[in-house]
């Protein structure tokens, strides 16, 4: 299956995702509920009919993404730069807002105060577009639902922006949760030198 094909086939995907992020602006209660159901449903099948052995180009065009997490992709992180930093951040969509919820331990205010709605992805949203909010929500799906076909793609980003720092003369850092809080420690494991952080 060619890059094309797949990135053909990612239109339902697509299509899934400005349905789910337009839901709750036009049902409530247990309509909301019953949609975002049958929403998910189409979701999960979508993602367990992708093959096993997808390249990380292929990977990305089956969400149609062009990376999965951006190096220095907002204005604080790349303050790092003064320090000597190129950092590699993941943002998906936190808390339960994709339908599946990837901040277990989240409060309340944690919930409330969360960085997503804030900086470019404010600015898009005030101008009426959600390009951020959509990619956020396909890759919150993938790792979820495929984490075997995240991490091939999130393995090979770490390598090619870990040599790209070096060359560069800059450390290199990863945050897997700039807007989640899940469990990455395969891939920390399976990259002893690199500096990862993170918080709680």
């Known amino acids: 299956m060619t890059i094309k094909q797949i990135r053909a ?14 839901l709750p602006q036009t049902l409530q209660g247990i309509d909301l509920a019953m949609a975002e159901a049958a929403t998910m449903k189409k979701v999960r099948a979508y993602f367990k009919g ?21 190096v220095d992709s907002s204005s ?5 730069r003064e320090q000597g930093f190129a950092s590699m951040v993941l943002y998906l ?25 804030s900086g470019r992805n404010l600015m898009e949203r005030n101008a009426g577009r959600s390009h951020i909010a959509t990619s956020r929500l396909k890759k919150t799906w993938l790792v979820v639902f ?9 393995k090979s980003e770490i390598a090619k922006n870990r040599a790209k720092a070096t060359r560069a003369g800059l450390k290199f850092a990863v945050r897997l949760n700039g ?21 709680t």
Not at 76 to 80: L, P
Not at 93 to 117: F, K, M, Q, R, T
Not at 193 to 199: A, L, N, P, R, T
């Open 179 to 199: 807007t989640s809080d899940l469990d990455f420690t395969d891939i920390f494991t399976s990259h002893p030198e690199v500096q990862f952080y993170d918080y």
């Open 76 to 80: 604080k992180i790349i303050k790092g």
């Open 93 to 117: 969509s936190p808390a339960s807002s994709s339908g599946v919820n990837v901040c277990s331990e989240a409060s309340a205010g944690c919930i409330a105060a969360c960085l997503n709605v």
């Open 50 to 70: 992708l093959p096993k052995d997808l390249s990380p180009g292929q990977v990305k065009a089956a969400i149609r993404v062009t990376y999965l997490a951006g």
């Open 9 to 22: 086939n990612a239109a339902e995907l697509e299509q899934l995702a400005s349905e789910w992020l337009a």
């Open 146 to 154: 495929r984490r075997d076909l995240a991490n091939i793609a999130l």
